[in-house]
DNA sequence: TGTACATCAGTGAACGCGCGTTCACTGATGTAC
DNA sequence: TGTACATCAGTGAACGCGCGTTCACTGATGTAC
């Protein structure tokens, strides 16, 4: 809340925190680039100073969500090695953890309709987050014998797919409403139940 | 198209589906009433003789949606019926098929934000679709053994999931952008993992 | 069959609003001498 | 240390726009007699 005159100090990166506020608590629809700029002390013109427009403002802030999501895959991949299972199960939690987490980020990243090819850049760092649950898939695969082994890159979208499911149905007051079990046992039993389809883990354990 | 002077005759379905139309062609924030009212050749007052609002207008759109989504579900159950594997894959599948083939009323559902506890009647007809699903895992479940047999809500949510991931992410222009593979294959290929860990599909099968 | 009348689905003008964006400007800050 | 000046992050007024919504109205339709 430092606000010394007329020079804001770091403007570009309250209006980004703005965003992700309004955003949460509004939707992506709801949030307006002259909302952004009031609640950071702003006129709306200001904002011009520091991004193209509203999408440009928005694409920031999925930028940085991105790169948040890709830090946290990353140290959760890092934390499970030398298992390569113990990696796979980690990076799917923690997709589960950013949701909830980073609700702003997330909702700028995979709600607000912009595009992930929007610029090269975002397009990089989004494939970075995606190419963490990849290896550690391609890990995993290496233990499944060859002649049932899925590619990588299916089970991966399976466990990517099943945790943007469970996030957008259950984590989030959405359509799905409630159910009598909380995301994260959702998730962690669905992706015990899909390893144990993949023979990785025994019948009896 | 049959617009026959000063009366409309069916004006109510006609902004329906002009809504529909609008919201599969520019999402859910793009959706105007007044456009809607002007693709069905009509006053933006005019909706006020059919609808309190916007909002109640995709309301609307919602509410037919889950309607068919809920008798595509049945008709599915009710094809692979007497075995209750085939008509639980079969209502999997027919999650994939209605986003396809009726995109609009799927972002009505899914992605405009109106909650589907809006009204009971829009409430009682969501319920009814989930209550196919749940139906076709609870039978499924009965060819579990009892000891390692999950709850079948719990399995119905995984696969509900699942199913909306694999829309969410890779059948829709949406942040995934593209996979290798199809989403009906990958739905496919999802839900044969999942069934094997389950224990209802044999190993060599 | 013809007329009078009630109904009500649509019109069209108007509204206030907040939006995103532009523009010429101003005044705080930092730097050169 | 003090002064002159360039820079540039912010202002504030203004814009055109399309939105959702309201209102008194009009004229097509259907019905009673």
Not at 24 to 35: D, M, N, R
Not at 42 to 47: N, Q
Not at 60 to 80: P, V
Not at 181 to 195: A, M, N
Request: aromatic fraction near 8%; glycine fraction near 8%.
């Amino acid at each position: 809340m430092r606000k010394r005159g007329y020079h804001h100090g770091n403007l570009r990166q309250a209006l980004v925190e703005a965003a992700l506020a309004l955003i949460e608590a509004k939707g992506p629809a709801g949030f307006t680039l002259s909302e952004a700029a009031k609640q950071a002390g702003v006129t709306p013109a200001a904002v011009y100073r520091h991004f193209e427009g509203r999408e440009d403002l928005i694409a920031e802030a999925a930028r940085q969500g991105y790169g948040i999501f890709a830090d946290l895959m990353q140290y959760a991949y890092d934390k499970g090695q030398p298992s390569a299972m113990a990696s796979f199960e980690a990076t799917g939690r923690a997709y589960l953890a950013f949701a909830r987490k980073h609700p702003g980020h997330y909702i700028a990243m995979f709600e607000s309709g912009i595009s992930v090819n929007r610029t090269p850049e975002l397009a990089a760092v989004a494939a970075r987050a995606r190419s963490v649950l990849e290896r550690a898939a391609t890990e995993l695969s290496k233990h499944i014998p060859p002649e049932k082994r899925p590619p990588p890159a299916m089970f991966s979208a399976h466990i990517w797919a099943l945790s943007h499911g469970v996030v957008e149905l259950f984590a989030r007051n959405s359509p799905g409403t409630q159910s009598p079990f909380s995301p994260e046992d959702l998730l962690e039993s669905g992706i015990g139940v899909y390893l144990r389809g993949l023979g990785l883990i025994k019948p009896d354990e």
